[in-house]
């Protein structure tokens, strides 16, 4: 029972983590034969995860309980848990060298810094208000957060503990995803509909306008060329290409036979409902 509404998958592809969202639980699965490894309870509305290099260490966030727990990936036994951090615990970064876990506030202000051994609190950072996604940069010197209220996406200087880029993208930011080569950062918008691609060289920023309700989800493939995108209220996956110099365009899926105009109230762009769709 409950709904499964992250994951993260294991250095050898073989185990998928997923956070039991309404049962409490992050549960293991065989990506071969999808049969549960294990199931373990954890806090109320368990979110996001995080998973170390070398695999052994998950760490995952409890939304209603507060907390931020790391977990024997093997066994699933609960190794340590944090106090309650603060109001909706959500974002999840660890760093390349598995010494300190970042995660995000989303009812504050604040990313706090955890021992990832301990569990302990570290510091906190001030962010925008409802900061909610992280992304962590391959050197673990900068971490990019995505901040709801005022529609931002931030960056984060880890050694002086302190914001050093503000940059403004379409509104209601969720996930937030990196390039591989870490040129770009792709923002998905909730309220916008659409996913923002800022160039974190020059930090010019273009909205590209999606057929989507609600923009959720982004992931981006291993070879850079490829960017994924959900949204909350809609049942198809929208793929971006990412062209470089010589490169040529592949052939596109299908698109949809006519255009979505979803009957939205601004008032309420931020709601989780999903709107009915008008007259076309």
């Not at 209220?149 to 509104?171: A, N």
């Not at 994924?228 to 809609?234: D, I, L, N």
Request: proline share 6%.
């Amino acid at each position: 029972p409950g709904n499964s509404i992250e994951g993260v998958i294991s250095p050898d592809g073989k185990t998928l983590y997923s956070t039991n969202y309404y049962g409490y639980q992050v549960q293991a699965l065989d990506t071969r034969t999808f049969q549960i490894r294990w199931s373990q309870r954890v806090g109320k509305f368990p979110k996001m995860m995080s998973l170390s290099k070398d695999g052994r260490a998950l760490y995952v966030t409890s939304w209603e309980s507060g907390t931020a727990s790391r977990l024997d990936a093997r066994t699933g036994k609960i190794l340590a848990t944090s106090k309650r951090l603060g109001r909706h615990p959500r974002g999840v970064s660890l760093t390349p060298d598995g010494k300190t876990l970042y995660v995000a506030i989303t009812g504050g202000r604040h990313v706090v810094a955890l021992d990832a051994q301990t569990m302990r609190e570290a510091h906190r950072i001030r962010t925008s208000y409802l900061p909610r996604h992280t992304a962590m940069s391959r050197d673990g010197k900068r971490l990019y957060v995505t901040c709801i209220r005022q529609s931002l996406l931030q960056v984060i200087d880890l050694r002086r503990r302190r914001v050093i880029k503000t940059v403004h993208v379409d509104r209601g930011p969720r996930t937030l995803a990196l390039s591989a080569d870490e040129r770009f950062a792709y923002v998905a918008a909730y309220a916008g509909h659409a996913l923002t691609v800022v160039d974190l060289r020059t930090w010019k920023k273009r909205r590209i306008p999606l057929d989507i309700i609600k923009g959720s989800g982004v992931a981006v493939r291993p070879d850079d060329r490829f960017i994924y995108v959900t949204g909350w209220c809609t049942k198809d996956l929208w793929v971006i290409e990412r062209l470089k110099p010589g490169q040529s365009p592949t052939a596109g899926g299908r698109p949809p036979k006519r255009r979505r105009r979803p009957v939205r109230d601004p008032r309420h762009a931020h709601r989780l409902d999903c709107p009915r769709p008008g007259k076309r």
